[in-house]
């Protein structure tokens, strides 16, 4: 063999050396990320490739690369003892070696166990004398059928006739049709983000009292449902943000917009809120 035809040879193998560690990562990443069962990943073969392909590591790069996949299978042995701790201290018994074990036993030997693991309920049902005093005693307290069936007579109801501002004093009817309250609130949002462009959501909706921001809150979100604004929830500050929009937006304009964001509205998240504000002041 020439010199060449050496360190292409030698080339090669490191190449597929690479690629078999690569592989063995990802297999080990994918028992750990998934749940998959740790016993998948045989741990000689590993150690075998590994101490193969060890000799012809030159380059940093290579021996992290054969570091890394020392410290993942490492991560799935452990993963392995975790396993059987756990089904040792839970006395599992695997569903094979159960079903194996049933088929060795006889018929006498399945029936014995059978009997000592049965538990039937036997229950006694009858009329006695006092079941029947007390049947009895209701028949006769029952009102005649005669009478029961009496039509009722009925009231004769006087009409009258109400006026709107009666109606809106009892709170029977809104000073204000809900459309009209829809469009206030839009327009207040308009005037409270004119220089920032959006706000805080509990900056908008919260109140002096809890029943106001209940129905501030209420009326939000009929805003956003009808395309009047737009919430913008930013997860890693853990803060919601809304946007009026300049015309109401009959469809979204992404699939994102379609996600319902549930925001809880409870006493104690407007109590925490009243207090920050109570601070600042």
């Not at 059987?84 to 060795?104: A, N, Q």
């Not at 979100?221 to 009026?244: D, M, N, R």
């Not at 996600?259 to 600042?280: A, C, L, M, T, V």
């Given at each position: 063999?020439?010199?060449?035809?050496?360190?292409?040879?030698?080339?090669?193998?490191?190449?597929?050396?690479?690629?078999?560690?690569?592989?063995?990562i990802?297999l080990?990443?994918?028992?750990?990320?998934?749940g998959?069962?740790?016993?998948?990943?045989?741990?000689?073969?590993?150690?075998?490739?590994?101490?193969?392909?060890?000799p012809?590591?030159?380059?940093l790069?290579?021996?992290?690369?054969?570091?890394?996949?020392?410290?993942?299978?490492?991560?799935?042995?452990?993963?392995?003892?975790?396993?059987?701790?756990?089904?040792?201290?839970?006395?599992?018994?695997?569903?094979?070696?159960?079903?194996?074990?049933?088929?060795?036993?006889?018929?006498?030997?399945?029936?014995?166990?059978?009997?000592?693991?049965?538990?039937?309920?036997?229950?006694?049902?009858?009329?006695?004398l006092?079941?029947?005093?007390?049947?009895?005693?209701?028949?006769?307290?029952?009102?005649?059928?005669?009478?029961r069936?009496?039509?009722?007579?009925?009231?004769?109801t006087?009409?009258g006739?109400?006026?709107?501002?009666?109606?809106?004093?009892?709170?029977?009817?809104?000073?204000?049709?809900?459309a009209?309250?829809?469009?206030?609130?839009?327009?207040?949002?308009?005037?409270?983000?004119?220089?920032?462009?959006?706000?805080?959501?509990?900056?908008?909706v919260?109140?002096?009292?809890?029943?106001?921001?209940?129905?501030?809150?209420?009326?939000?979100?009929?805003?956003?449902?009808?395309?009047?604004?737009?919430?913008?929830?930013?997860?890693?500050?853990?803060?919601?943000y809304?946007?009026?929009?300049?015309?109401?937006?009959?469809?979204?304009?992404?699939?994102?917009?379609l996600?319902?964001?549930?925001?809880?509205?409870?006493?104690?998240?407007?109590?925490?809120?009243?207090?920050?504000?109570?601070?600042?002041?």
């Amino acid at each position: 063999m020439t010199e060449k035809t050496a360190r292409i040879s030698k080339r090669q193998k490191i190449k597929i050396g690479r690629e078999r560690l690569q592989q063995i990562i990802e297999l080990c990443r994918a028992v750990e990320e998934r749940g998959l069962d740790p016993f998948l990943v045989d741990v000689d073969d590993i150690i075998a490739v590994v101490r193969k392909y060890f000799p012809e590591w030159e380059n940093l790069e290579d021996l992290c690369l054969d570091a890394e996949t020392i410290h993942r299978l490492a991560s799935v042995i452990k993963l392995q003892s975790e396993w059987v701790k756990h089904r040792s201290t839970s006395l599992y018994t695997d569903p094979f070696l159960l079903e194996e074990k049933i088929r060795k036993l006889n018929k006498e030997a399945l029936v014995e166990i059978f009997l000592k693991a049965w538990h039937p309920i036997v229950e006694l049902e009858q009329i006695s004398l006092h079941s029947l005093k007390n049947a009895f005693s209701y028949w006769q307290s029952l009102v005649p059928l005669s009478e029961r069936w009496q039509e009722a007579v009925q009231e004769e109801t006087i009409t009258g006739t109400v006026s709107r501002e009666e109606l809106v004093k009892e709170h029977i009817l809104a000073d204000e049709t809900f459309a009209e309250q829809l469009e206030s609130f839009w327009e207040e949002l308009k005037l409270q983000t004119a220089e920032k462009v959006k706000i805080k959501y509990w900056d908008f909706v919260g109140a002096e009292s809890y029943e106001e921001t209940v129905h501030r809150a209420y009326m939000t979100s009929f805003l956003v449902t009808y395309g009047y604004a737009t919430l913008e929830v930013h997860p890693l500050e853990e803060e919601i943000y809304i946007k009026p929009n300049q015309k109401p937006i009959s469809k979204p304009k992404s699939k994102e917009q379609l996600i319902s964001i549930p925001i809880p509205i409870n006493y104690e998240e407007w109590s925490k809120w009243r207090k920050g504000e109570q601070d600042e002041r």
